[in-house]
Every structure is written in structure tokens, then in C-alpha cells.
């Protein structure tokens, strides 16, 4: 189980603009709903957003700390 405030901050360390939400899919917290909204991901494909939320991750996620990620992803309005 991962502390979902270290999941934001991680996040944010990564992308400092970023408003970041977590969710428990699960009930076990391993599975996670992120939603990410940047400026940073302004012009940038959906791939590249989510690319720089994994990489800002890549610990949890090696460590399996988070199993599963579901991500959102966008630009203020």
C-alpha cells in the first residue's frame, strides 16, 4: 500500500504545476485512479503526459508499491 500523499507529491516534484487527485480503486491501495491536470501538458500528445506522470512513479511502480495505474491526464480549462 502506497501513502497517496507521497504518490502526489511525487507527482508534483515532477510536474510542480500539477493539481493531482488520488483515488483507492480497490480498497487495498495498490490500485490507483491519478488525475493530473498541468499546464505542462500543453501541447504534448496523451502519450508523452502520461509518460511524465509514470516516469515521476517509476519507483512505486517498480516496486509494485502501486500494481495498477489508471490515469487522467489534461490542461486546465
Do not use: W
Not at 16 to 26: F, I, K, L, R, Y
Request: charged letters at 15%; one cysteine or more; glycine letters at 6%.
Amino acid at each position: 500500500m502506497v501513502n497517496f500523499e507521497e504518490v502526489s507529491a511525487a507527482i508534483r516534484r515532477a510536474i510542480p504545476d500539477a493539481c493531482v487527485t488520488v483515488e483507492d480503486m480497490s480498497g487495498g491501495g495498490d490500485h490507483l485512479q491519478v488525475n493530473v491536470v498541468s499546464n505542462t501538458f500543453a501541447g504534448l500528445s496523451l502519450i508523452r503526459q502520461h509518460q511524465l506522470v509514470y516516469g515521476a512513479l517509476k519507483d512505486e511502480l517498480a516496486s509494485e508499491a502501486i500494481h495498477a495505474l489508471a490515469l487522467n491526464t489534461a490542461t486546465p480549462n
